[in-house]
C-alpha cells in the first residue's frame, strides 16, 4: 500500500493522525467499535511521531518512516491550533511519558465491557487526551467520561465537535 504521507504540523499546531490498519488487533478494535478508525498518534513538530502501542513497545517516540505507514488503510488529520506555550506543554508532556507502558489492561477492559485499567500506562487516545488537558486544549465534551475510556472513534468526533479543530478528510491507501 502507497501514499500515506505524514506531514509536519505547522507551527504551534497540535495534530493528531487517526489511522485504521490491516492487522487482527485493529480489526478486533473496529469490530468492536463499529468505527472508521482504531489507532490515534501526535505527529510532532519535527515530523516525528508520539503513540501508545499496543505491540509491547509502550508509548514511544518513533521516525515518520515506512513502519509508521505499515498497515494502514486509512487516515485522517485533525491540527488544533495552539498558543506557544499550550503547544510547548503538549509536546513536553508527550516527551516526558516516552516509555511509558501500554494499557493493555484498560484496551481489554474496554473490549470485553469492564471497567479495568493500569495507572500511568496509555491506550493511544488516552495519551493524546491526557495531553490535551495537560496544556488546556480539551474539549469540554470530554469531562464528562473516565479519560482511559475513551477510544479514538470518541477522540475524534468529540474534536470534530469542537470549532477549534482543523478536520481534513480521509486519506485511504491505495493497493
Known amino acids: ?8 504540523p505547522p507551527v504551534d499546531t497540535a ?12 480489526n478486533a478494535i473496529l469490530f468492536v467499535t463499529d468505527a472508521l478508525f482504531c489507532h490515534s498518534e501526535a505527529v510532532m513538530a519535527d ?21 509508521s505507514k505499515a498497515d494502514v488503510t486509512r487516515q485522517q488529520f485533525v491540527d488544533l491550533k495552539m498558543s506557544h506555550r499550550q ?15 501500554y494499557d493493555t489492561e484498560g484496551m481489554d477492559g474496554e473490549l470485553l465491557h469492564k471497567d479495568w485499567h493500569s495507572p500511568d500506562s496509555y491506550i493511544c487516545s ?23 475510556k475513551i477510544l479514538p472513534c470518541m477522540l ?13 478528510p480521509i486519506e485511504y491507501a491505495s493497493a
Open 47 to 67: 515530523g516525528t511521531i508520539m503513540s501508545a502501542l499496543a505491540d509491547g513497545s509502550g508509548v514511544r517516540r518513533r521516525p515518520n518512516d515506512a513502519s
Open 1 to 8: 500500500m502507497t501514499g500515506m504521507n505524514i506531514e509536519k
Open 15 to 26: 495534530r493528531i493522525r487517526f489511522t485504521a490498519g490491516d492487522s487482527a488487533f485493529s
Open 126 to 148: 488516552a495519551l493524546m487526551i491526557t495531553a490535551l488537558q495537560k496544556c488546556k486544549w480539551l474539549p469540554s465534551v470530554f469531562l464528562c467520561y473516565p479519560i482511559y
Open 87 to 101: 503547544y510547548q506543554e503538549w509536546e513536553y508532556f508527550l516527551w516526558d511519558q516516552n516509555g511509558k507502558n
Open 156 to 168: 475524534l468526533l468529540g474534536l470534530e465537535m469542537d470549532p477549534r479543530s482543523i478536520i481534513y
